[in-house]
């Protein structure tokens, strides 16, 4: 195991809490843990935050050797989680990550726990991905630490999942064969689902969509989706207006008793139907968003847009969702990305491909108000349509005043005795510091 800084420093200061943060080894969760850990950090807890040996590799050669050099209360640990240097796609396969977690992390973590709680002072808490919860509450369970299980998701897709058992008990999940998938059953309403009133199957995560009983995606969300009643607290990705209806649900359950690849075909048909829109924009490609090959556009798209288009292979989304020239924003609709452009007030086409995302673009279309739904088969004459409707139309106006109604409404949960805020201070005093 490798640190960034000794642990003779990291526990310098007797007087602090100390919050181990573990991610989950994809971008989006560990950008979504590392925003929580600093909060932690700025309330005053030292932080060791745990990545997995491939993921930080992967972030040292793209930032530099010295990008994770921490403050002396703030530091990196590392763990071997199994996965080939050579395999430079690793986080965009599934299946690869949840057996990474299933076989490989759980002793090191135990180990580096038990060397981390042994020192002075000793841990106050664990902080897990939920996607983790597999072993991290057994490692916390054993040692007597605190854990939260903060799911970098929205809470939709949360209780999503969690309708995965009744799901199998009606018969309807795993499907029966293939032909479930065009034949029309996946536009079945489902009733009874706490907070969610005409949700589709279609409109769930996309992980029970499989023929298979023994689907280890399907078993492996629906377990860490399980151990939540066994945390400490939870933690979700959200905030109390955004889904209170879904919030009060969960509530009562709990109580303790982002990768996307296209095909050449679909990129060109995103491409010309940005550039026939006539609009500016500003696409981000990244060099393996095309599945088999690079992402590369002709010569003929270039010389249509050269004066309105910028394209770039990377952005820091926030900052740029955020700019005042951001008028709208076409994702795939995962949640980081959903969470943060509700935050700068900003509507939305959405392209669900799996996973959570149809469920949370149902919820930005059809609840929220903020989006509109591209079609699976892409083409590029609905491309320029929605993009059109969302910059120019009457809708588009419609969605964009909605849109800063719940920036709004993000900036008061995160405000001082906001929502957000006060359930940030229970977190605090009422599980992570409660080993005190």
Same mark, same amino acid.
């Given at each position: ?69 921490? $403050? !002396?209360? +703030?530091?990196?640990?590392?763990? /071997? ?11 965009? *396969? %599934? ?108 409109? $769930? !995560?996309? +992980?029970?969509?499989?023929?298979? /009983? ?11 989706? *399980? %151990? ?209």
């Amino acid at each position: 195991m490798a640190s960034n800084s000794s642990s003779g420093t990291a526990v310098a200061d007797h007087h602090k809490p100390y919050a181990v943060c573990i991610p989950f080894p994809a971008q989006s969760h560990i950008k979504a843990m590392l925003k929580l850990a600093k909060i932690l950090h700025h309330r005053g807890f030292h932080i060791t935050f745990v990545n997995t040996e491939f993921n930080q590799k992967r972030f040292l050669r793209s930032q530099g050797p010295n990008s994770l050099d921490g $403050l !002396p209360d +703030f530091c990196f640990e590392v763990i /071997p989680d199994g996965i080939p240097e050579s395999d430079e796609d690793a986080t965009q *396969d %599934a299946v690869l990550m949840f057996e990474s977690v299933r076989k490989h992390l759980s002793a090191p973590f135990r180990k580096l726990m038990i060397t981390l709680n042994d020192m002075s002072p000793p841990v106050t808490c664990i902080v897990s991905d939920g996607f983790m919860s597999t072993f991290t509450i057994t490692t916390a369970e054993e040692l007597g630490i605190p854990i939260a299980l903060f799911y970098t998701i929205a809470a939709c897709r949360f209780i999503g999942i969690k309708q995965f058992h009744n799901l199998m008990e009606q018969g309807l999940a795993p499907l029966k064969d293939k032909s479930c998938l065009t034949n029309g059953f996946l536009d079945k309403v489902i009733d009874g689902i706490p907070g969610m009133k005409n949700i589709r199957l279609r409109d $769930l !995560p996309t +992980f029970f969509q499989t023929t298979d /009983p023994n689907d280890m995606v399907f078993n492996f969300v629906t377990e860490v989706t *399980d %151990a939540a009643p066994k945390a400490s607290a939870v933690v979700l990705h959200t905030f109390d207006a955004l889904e209170h209806d879904v919030l009060d649900a969960l509530s009562s359950m709990l109580k303790r008793c982002d990768v996307e690849l296209l095909t050449q075909e679909q990129l060109l048909e995103f491409g010309w139907g940005l550039a026939n829109t006539k609009l500016p924009f500003f696409w981000v490609i990244r060099p393996d968003l095309v599945v088999g090959k690079s992402a590369i556009l002709p010569p003929e798209f270039e010389a249509e847009t050269k004066d309105r288009g910028l394209i770039a292979s990377w952005c820091p989304q926030e900052q740029v969702l955020n700019h005042p020239s951001v008028g709208g924003f076409l994702t795939h609709s995962g949640w980081n990305s959903t969470i943060e452009s509700i935050a700068a007030g900003v509507p939305m086409l959405c392209w669900p491909f799996f996973a959570d995302q149809p469920t949370n673009s149902y919820y930005t279309c059809n609840r929220w108000g903020i989006g509109m739904e591209i079609n699976n088969d892409v083409k590029r004459e609905d491309v320029e349509k929605l993009v059109k409707e969302l910059m120019e139309g009457e809708k588009g106006k419609k969605m964009k005043i909605k849109a800063l109604e719940w920036k709004k409404l993000a900036e008061e949960a995160t405000a001082p005795h906001g929502s957000s805020a006060t359930n940030l201070d229970k977190l605090v005093n009422q599980v992570l510091l409660r080993k005190q």
